[in-house]
């Protein structure tokens, strides 16, 4: 090997920190990343079980939270893959800038599941509107299919 290239890093260091640093990384940017936070154990444990949930096969929501993915409530399907995203590009960004290829593809998963029907299908109903939110309507707007296009905060910010 050569001395410019770190060498191998534990796994665990100091049974509490995981340190990842593969052998092929110049000697001057181990030392730059060397210095970053470091994930916890439990830390290590979420990002896991990000990708096993993103990993499941299209349709099984096994582990996944709430009644149904359709409920308007935290334990829907679009909550739990929005919040695992945002906390998967934290960890990338903050702890671990290094590890591109690891939360890409998680974070590409993520978003596939993002696009299933089982997410989005509540939509067509809801862009109706109803007396609850809007006590003024006189009768139910023209549904619209597409989640994104207007009024829906979450991912459009209209």
């Avoid at 290239?5 to 001057?28: G, N």
């Avoid at 591109?100 to 509540?122: H, N, T």
């Avoid at 109903?125 to 207007?150: F, H, I, M, N, Y």
């Amino acid at each position: 090997m050569n001395d410019d290239l770190a060498h191998d890093q534990p796994l665990v260091k100091d049974d509490k920190y995981y340190e990842i640093l593969p052998a092929t990384l110049p000697k001057e940017c181990a030392e730059v990343i060397s210095k970053l936070p470091k994930l916890t154990r439990e830390h290590c444990g979420h990002i896991r079980h990000f990708h096993n949930l993103a990993s499941q096969p299209d349709g099984d929501w096994s582990f996944m939270g709430g009644a149904s993915g359709q409920d308007h409530d935290e334990g829907s399907y679009r909550y739990q893959l929005a919040f695992m995203a945002y906390a998967a590009g934290a960890a990338h960004y903050h702890r671990l800038p290094a590890l591109r290829s690891v939360f890409r593809s998680l974070i590409q998963k993520l978003i596939s599941k993002m696009l299933r029907p089982e997410v989005w299908g509540y939509w067509y109903l809801t862009s109706q509107s109803g007396p609850k939110l809007d006590p003024d309507l006189k009768e139910l707007r023209k549904p619209w299919a597409d989640p994104v296009c207007k009024e829906n905060v979450m991912v459009s910010n209209a």
